[in-house]
């Protein structure tokens, strides 16, 4: 297929009466429905880019990638390298929404700055398109439309410079398309590429150059935090410690809740204490009075709690605290629904996408203005692999990250927060190709995934193929979590390969294996205390896979499969030249294709061909996981069980079942309880019925037992199309899509 490269830098617009707008540069030339913005500025298509996800490592990468310009291109002269402004703004500009009309007022005198209708005005990183002018005198002004050609309308202080060429390019967002030759309109451009301007042109004479990164900068969360200094008094006249009633932070410069609207969380980094309070606001006046629980949510052992009344104005910090289960607490962080949560992957969404608005208006993570601007990036959802989001919080059930800090003395830097809710887990976040941000691991294949099959016709260049095995001398992972927001960790937790048997340590004076740790981990040591619980399985099945030998895969596709891949997809891959990891035999006409995910991409433009590394997975399941529901209470005249809502889903355990569904009841620690298999009959918010006991009569199951799939042979059709039942060790089974006969069903995230 012969296509069109386009190019378009955030801001960089044609200087036009009526708005051209956001100017498109083509390669080889433009397209034949293109307007007067779009010219073949670009000298050739994108090189040098890539993408890798490094399973060991739990990282996302994105290279940079080149653009170079044709010289002279416009409409901005790029390799101008001391731009001169033309008059200042002689009084602030307020925020507006692009698209909005605002009428700046520029420095007396300033007629001559030749601006005219029409034209481009670059304020910082604004770009600002002129409707009029008016000269008269002492009450110079522009008019202009905000947020031009793909910029953002921000705030500009008085004396800010007006230019006509931008000031700088630095951090400015590079989109790239393609587009059929034989496309009619611009709703066939694809965007293939996305990044920033690492630094200014780098060019000989004649060609202007930029260098483009995924990652411009690692942004820092709670950046620069200010203590407040207050003075604390009692909630009434009684001085007897031993009588202590709640407390009153009265602030001589009051401070507003930061996280939550009614109140949250104090850090007294001199007492090394928290404590909990409601914000009271006198009238719509801007004051608060916090009153405090007087006994603190954490403080040393040997913490004294009348040191809060005779310590002399200590400084505070408000933080926020993740735990969904403290009573009466201030969870600040919501799931997609809006539902108050912990889960570590809400809360990474929450920091990624909250944006300073009343209206939530960046989709259902969005905390709106409930969450402060310094605490988080506010990136568009659209940018986002929402997809990758969704199944990975199916894959970690349970999981909550309920020990999560954020605020208090420190800053921190975004990068640093994801690693120690996500890595682990073994999810990496980081920018594709293309400036989508996904979650990745090393992951089994769901029922609903698009699988692409790389067959020998995709496939050239075979003298370049490279097969390979990786693995990680690791028999265990250590977390430290950390239960205070001055990074002093709890007690460690060594969780070990669930079998006890990969490693030998001291064989003949050889120590084999090695450990990974993890400091300050939002998690609570309960998580991770016994060899049953969701947290402890899918970290042990982590270790068993990073020490066990994975497969990998490095080949070449050709044009017919360009622009379709990206790290993470899901592949089969067949050709007679490779070898099947398992047997190490090559393969045959005749077997099967291997699965796997792709770990890099390195795409050439130019060939139109992609370099691929391949990782094999040896489970090659394709089901979804079975639900599980834990049982709060049982009715034995109806055989209905109280079920908790979200131990295993997000919101309702109960829901994820259908009526039909064959179950089996477990103990606490998963082990098989009743003998016999029920059959779901009806399903209500938080609440199955069956048709009958689990055989468990007389006595009945109790609080803690838990429901979930029963074995393969004792389910019903729909449950086998849907969901994974597994051979011993992950294998797959005889039946392709679900497993094996006389296992039972797959609960937990990983093989």
């Known amino acids: 297929m012969a296509v069109i490269y386009l190019m378009t830098i955030e801001g960089i617009g044609e200087a036009k009466v009526g708005g051209a707008g956001l100017v498109k540069y083509a390669f080889p030339a433009a397209p034949s429905y293109a307007g007067t913005e779009t010219n073949a500025g670009l000298a050739e298509p994108p090189r040098g880019t890539s993408s890798a996800f490094d399973i060991m490592k739990t990282s996302v990468s994105s290279g940079r990638f080149t653009v170079i310009l044709r010289p002279d291109v416009g409409p901005v002269n790029f390799q101008l390298i001391a731009p001169v402004a033309k008059t200042v703004t002689s009084a602030a500009v307020a925020t507006a929404s692009s698209g909005d009309t605002t009428v700046i007022p520029v420095m007396q005198g300033s007629s001559a700055?030749?601006?005219?209708?029409?034209?481009?005005?670059?304020?910082?990183?604004?770009?600002?398109?002129?409707?009029?002018?008016?000269?008269?005198?002492?009450?110079?002004?522009?008019?202009?439309?905000?947020g031009y050609a793909g910029s953002t309308a921000r705030?500009?202080?008085?004396?800010a410079d007006l230019f006509a060429t931008p000031p700088a390019m630095t951090g400015r967002r590079v989109s790239v398309y393609e587009v059929a030759t034989t496309a009619t309109s611009a709703a066939s451009e694809t965007l293939i590429l996305q990044g920033f301007i690492s630094g200014e042109v780098a060019s000989g004479l004649h060609w202007p150059t930029f260098?483009?990164?995924?990652?411009?900068?690692?942004?820092?969360?709670?950046?620069?935090?200010?203590?407040?200094?207050?003075?604390?008094?009692?909630?009434?006249?009684?001085?007897?410690?031993?009588?202590?009633?709640?407390?009153?932070?009265?602030?001589?410069?009051?401070?507003?809740?930061?996280?939550?609207?009614?109140?949250g969380y104090w850090w007294f980094p001199d007492l090394n204490a928290v404590y909990k309070g409601i914000a009271t606001e006198f009238g719509s006046t801007g004051i608060y009075e916090w009153q405090l629980d007087p006994v603190p949510i954490f403080s040393d052992e040997d913490y004294d709690p009348a040191s809060?009344?005779?310590?002399?104005?200590?400084?505070?910090?408000?933080?926020?605290?993740?735990?969904?289960?403290?009573?009466?607490?201030?969870?600040?962080?919501?799931?997609?629904?809006?539902?108050?949560?912990?889960?570590?992957?809400?809360?990474?969404?929450?920091?990624?996408?909250?944006?300073?608005?009343?209206?939530?208006?960046?989709?259902?993570?969005?905390?709106?203005?409930?969450?402060?601007?310094?605490?988080?990036?506010?990136?568009?959802?659209?940018?986002?692999?929402?997809?990758?989001?969704?199944?990975?919080?199916?894959?970690?059930?349970?999981?909550?990250?309920?020990?999560?800090?954020?605020?208090?003395?420190?800053?921190?830097?975004?990068?640093?927060?994801?690693?120690?809710?996500?890595?682990?887990?073994?999810?990496?976040?980081?920018?594709?190709?293309?400036?989508?941000?996904?979650?990745?691991?090393?992951?089994?294949?769901?029922?609903?995934?698009?699988?692409?099959?790389?067959?020998?016709?995709?496939l050239i260049r075979p003298d370049q193929w490279k097969q390979f095995a990786k693995g990680r001398a690791i028999d265990s992972v250590v977390i430290k979590p950390d239960p205070t927001p001055d990074g002093k960790t709890g007690h460690p937790v060594t969780i070990t390969e669930l079998t006890g048997s990969r490693w030998y340590p001291?064989?003949?004076?050889?120590?084999?294996?090695?450990?990974?740790?993890?400091?300050?981990?939002?998690?609570?040591?309960?998580?991770?205390?016994?060899?049953?619980?969701?947290?402890?399985?899918?970290?042990?099945?982590?270790?068993?896979?990073?020490?066990?030998?994975?497969?990998?895969?490095?080949?070449?596709?050709?044009?017919?499969?360009?622009?379709?891949?990206?790290?993470?997809a899901a592949v089969t891959i067949h050709d007679r030249a490779l070898r099947d990891p398992t047997t190490g035999d090559r393969l045959t006409a005749g077997d099967s294709a291997i699965k796997g995910m792709i770990t890099s991409l390195s795409p050439d433009f130019s060939r139109r061909s992609t370099k691929l590394t391949i990782a094999f997975t040896a489970t090659a399941k394709v089901g979804t996981i079975a639900p599980s529901a834990t049982v709060t209470g049982w009715t034995g005249a109806s055989d209905l069980a109280a079920v908790n809502p979200s131990d295993y889903t997000r919101t309702d355990d109960a829901g994820a079942f259908k009526v039909g569904d064959q179950c089996v009841i477990l103990n606490a620690d998963l082990t098989l309880k009743g003998s016999a298999v029920q059959e779901v009959t009806n399903i209500a918010t938080e609440k199955l019925t069956?048709?009958?006991?689990?055989?468990?009569?007389?006595?009945?199951?109790?609080a803690t037992d838990v429901i979930t799939f029963a074995a393969f042979d004792d389910s019903t059709a729909d449950q086998q199309a849907d969901h994974a039942y597994l051979a011993d060790g992950g294998r797959r089974g005889t039946v392709s899509t679900v497993g094996i006969n006389q296992l039972s069903a797959y609960t937990y995230g990983d093989a």
């Open 113 to 146: 700055h030749g601006f005219a209708s029409g034209d481009v005005i670059y304020c910082e990183r604004e770009s600002l398109h002129v409707v009029s002018t008016s000269d008269t005198s002492g009450s110079e002004t522009i008019t202009v439309t905000r």
């Open 155 to 159: 705030e500009h202080p008085a004396g």
């Open 211 to 263: 260098q483009v990164v995924s990652e411009f900068h690692d942004a820092e969360l709670n950046a620069e935090p200010v203590p407040v200094p207050v003075t604390i008094t009692r909630a009434g006249e009684d001085s007897d410690v031993a009588r202590i009633v709640a407390p009153l932070i009265d602030d001589a410069d009051p401070a507003a809740p930061r996280f939550i609207a009614t109140g």
């Open 308 to 458: 809060l009344f005779t310590t002399d104005a200590p400084n505070a910090y408000q933080i926020a605290y993740s735990n969904a289960n403290v009573i009466d607490g201030y969870p600040p962080f919501k799931d997609e629904d809006g539902n108050t949560s912990d889960h570590c992957l809400d809360v990474a969404m929450n920091l990624l996408t909250s944006r300073d608005g009343s209206a939530r208006s960046n989709g259902g993570w969005d905390l709106g203005s409930a969450w402060p601007s310094d605490c988080t990036l506010g990136i568009s959802v659209s940018d986002i692999d929402l997809g990758s989001v969704r199944q990975l919080i199916a894959m970690t059930p349970g999981i909550r990250a309920n020990q999560f800090w954020l605020g208090g003395e420190e800053s921190e830097k975004l990068s640093s927060v994801l690693r120690r809710l996500l890595g682990i887990w073994g999810i990496a976040c980081g920018r594709a190709i293309d400036g989508q941000i996904k979650f990745l691991r090393l992951a089994d294949v769901f029922s609903s995934d698009t699988v692409t099959a790389i067959t020998s016709r995709h």
């Open 506 to 568: 001291n064989q003949y004076g050889c120590l084999i294996g090695g450990s990974e740790t993890w400091d300050d981990a939002p998690y609570a040591n309960v998580d991770f205390a016994v060899d049953t619980t969701a947290a402890y399985i899918l970290i042990a099945s982590r270790v068993r896979r990073l020490a066990s030998r994975v497969a990998y895969v490095e080949v070449e596709t050709g044009p017919e499969l360009f622009g379709s891949l990206d790290i993470g």
């Open 690 to 702: 069956f048709d009958g006991d689990f055989g468990l009569s007389p006595s009945e199951p109790v």
